[in-house]
């Protein structure tokens, strides 16, 4: 609230200005990060006051929007209703979470012909607060799954530049890693290898789901099974409906999508072709393809099928377009 105070003017009107509006907190994708460390033990983020009006019709200031950077691919959530607000997939999608409020009037717009001296003013609105979770799925255009020790990580190094941790005992690796796969012909795809699940990782068992997430994302599964595994491990149909069966309970819609199966560890075989693949094959009633990541024998074969099926899949559905409707 503010009056014209000037010199040989006796009779100033009301010159109180408007206050500024709050900024808002804006959640943005950034491809320059990686993971959501950088929120751990941060927990609240808070935008700009707006400033409060001045004399002499000044209104104030809008506050900063408070830009939050998330890698690209983290899902946002409410935390109270678990709505899904937006699923920023590209570098640059952003979603507003809080809206600042709205400045507060000054006392000038309560002027009127028979109010000239108005002494009213509104001193705003608060802005929104909400609770929110963040969830981070791996954008790739093929998932490897399989059981542990199945040579999922050898397969990453082998067909890109990544270097996964490698050993000769299971659960080597504890984090998703991605590759990217170079073809001639200015041909690239991105590959996760999905660390080794486990019978009912549905329900969270081992790592279980925080795992199984990541796949949903992939446009084509690559299934990659041990021809030949140690004494006491599942057999290579075992295997295969193993995994099968946590896919198809986990999520309908993820055990639909596109697959290739891939027997592995044919430098065991005296050949190409040994009665086991075969045998394979008969069994679980799909086409099995034979490799050996460790010499690279077939390797370079499923590098190019793997973007023949992703070509024939087509693009990866926005799920932000129902959102948006």
Same mark, same amino acid.
């Given at each position: 609230?503010?009056?014209?105070?000037?010199?040989?003017?006796?009779?100033?009107?009301?010159?109180?200005?408007?206050?500024?509006?709050?900024?808002?907190?804006?959640?943005?994708?950034?491809?320059?990060?990686?993971?959501?460390?950088?929120?751990?033990?941060?927990?609240?983020?808070?935008?700009?006051?707006?400033?409060?009006?001045?004399?002499?019709?000044?209104?104030?200031? !809008?506050?900063?929007?408070? $830009?939050?950077?998330? %890698?690209?691919? @983290? /899902? &946002?959530?409410?935390?109270?209703?678990?709505? +899904?607000?937006?699923?920023?997939?590209?570098?640059?999608?952003?979603?507003?979470?809080?809206?600042?409020?709205?400045?507060?009037?000054?006392?000038?717009?309560?002027?009127?012909?028979?109010?000239?001296?108005?002494?009213?003013?509104?001193?705003?609105?608060?802005?929104?607060?909400?609770?929110?979770?963040?969830?981070?799925?791996?954008?790739?255009?093929?998932?490897?799954?399989?059981?542990?020790?199945?040579?999922?990580?050898?397969?990453?190094?082998?067909?890109? !530049?990544?270097?996964?941790? $490698?050993?000769?005992? %299971?659960?080597? @690796? /504890? &984090?998703?890693?991605?590759?990217?796969?170079? +073809?001639?012909?200015?041909?690239?795809?991105?590959?996760?290898?999905?660390?080794?699940?486990?019978?009912?990782?549905?329900?969270?068992?081992?790592?279980?789901?925080?795992?199984?997430?990541?796949?949903?994302?992939?446009?084509?599964?690559?299934?990659?099974?041990?021809?030949?595994?140690?004494?006491?491990?599942?057999?290579?149909?075992?295997?295969?409906?193993?995994?099968?069966?946590?896919?198809?309970?986990?999520?309908?819609?993820?055990?639909?999508?596109?697959?290739?199966?891939?027997?592995?560890?044919?430098?065991?075989?005296?050949?190409?072709?040994?009665?086991?693949?075969?045998?394979?094959?008969?069994?679980?009633?799909?086409?099995?393809?034979?490799?050996?990541?460790?010499?690279?024998?077939?390797?370079?074969?499923?590098?190019?099928?793997?973007?023949?099926?992703?070509?024939?899949?087509?693009?990866?559905?926005?799920?932000?377009?129902?959102?948006?409707?």
């Amino acid at each position: 609230m503010s009056f014209r105070r000037e010199k040989y003017v006796p009779k100033g009107g009301p010159d109180g200005g408007d206050g500024g509006d709050g900024g808002s907190v804006i959640i943005v994708a950034d491809s320059n990060m990686a993971t959501l460390v950088d929120f751990t033990g941060h927990h609240h983020w808070t935008a700009e006051n707006g400033r409060p009006g001045e004399g002499a019709n000044r209104s104030g200031k !809008k506050g900063a929007d408070q $830009i939050v950077r998330v %890698p690209a691919g @983290t /899902l &946002v959530l409410d935390r109270d209703s678990g709505a +899904l607000l937006r699923d920023l997939t590209l570098d640059g999608d952003e979603v507003c979470v809080a809206r600042g409020g709205r400045g507060g009037r000054g006392n000038t717009r309560f002027a009127t012909a028979t109010h000239q001296t108005p002494r009213e003013f509104d001193v705003g609105e608060p802005g929104e607060e909400r609770w929110l979770r963040l969830e981070l799925k791996l954008i790739a255009d093929v998932g490897v799954v399989g059981l542990p020790n199945a040579g999922k990580s050898t397969f990453l190094s082998r067909v890109s !530049k990544a270097k996964p941790k $490698i050993a000769d005992y %299971p659960f080597t @690796t /504890l &984090v998703p890693n991605l590759g990217i796969v170079d +073809l001639p012909g200015f041909r690239r795809y991105v590959v996760a290898d999905v660390p080794g699940l486990v019978e009912g990782a549905h329900e969270g068992i081992g790592l279980g789901d925080q795992f199984l997430r990541h796949v949903e994302r992939t446009r084509v599964i690559m299934h990659l099974i041990d021809l030949f595994p140690m004494e006491g491990s599942p057999s290579p149909e075992e295997a295969y409906r193993t995994i099968r069966r946590e896919l198809e309970q986990y999520s309908p819609k993820l055990a639909s999508k596109p697959e290739i199966v891939v027997a592995n560890k044919l430098d065991l075989a005296g050949n190409d072709n040994p009665p086991e693949l075969a045998a394979l094959a008969e069994a679980i009633g799909v086409k099995v393809l034979g490799i050996s990541a460790v010499s690279g024998r077939g390797v370079e074969r499923i590098a190019n099928v793997l973007w023949d099926m992703l070509e024939a899949a087509g693009e990866r559905p926005d799920i932000n377009d129902d959102l948006d409707d």
